[in-house]
């Protein structure tokens, strides 16, 4: 069993930045894909980030190309989310999600494990 625990969410002016951090209890931690989701209310949960076992690749929800990076750090356990250039869009709830066999890190039911979530909030 994993434990995930987000951190880092808030509220936020339009245009401002915020980094979430999701840290995991697995000893293994380096063996797991580990995704951002994000959920608004009354919306579907939707794909932000996701990068592999290999750290050289990660993928981006099209919302937020170029705006968000994810990056993981195995001595640590934890996956970060850098978040900028945010808009009230970005408004939701964001989740930490972590896979043992993610063949298609954009796909919800690949992850096995998730966080409680973290509130981000961008005002206008």
């Known amino acids: 069993q994993v434990q995930l625990v987000e951190s880092g969410g808030g509220l936020v002016q339009a245009g401002g930045s915020l980094r979430l951090s999701c840290t995991a209890s697995?000893?293994?931690?380096?063996?797991?894909?580990m995704g951002w989701f994000r959920q608004a209310p009354g919306k579907e949960r939707d794909f932000v980030a996701a990068i592999r076992v290999n750290i050289g690749r990660s993928y981006y929800g099209d919302a937020v190309k170029g705006r968000f990076t994810i990056s993981r750090d195995n001595a640590k356990n934890t996956v970060y989310l850098q978040m900028n250039s945010l808009k009230p869009e970005d408004t939701a709830v964001y989740y930490c999600a972590a896979g043992d066999a993610v063949r298609i890190a954009t796909m919800i039911r690949e992850y096995d494990y998730w966080g409680q979530g973290t509130q981000v909030t961008v005002s206008s």
């Open positions: 697995a000893r293994t931690f380096s063996r797991y894909a």
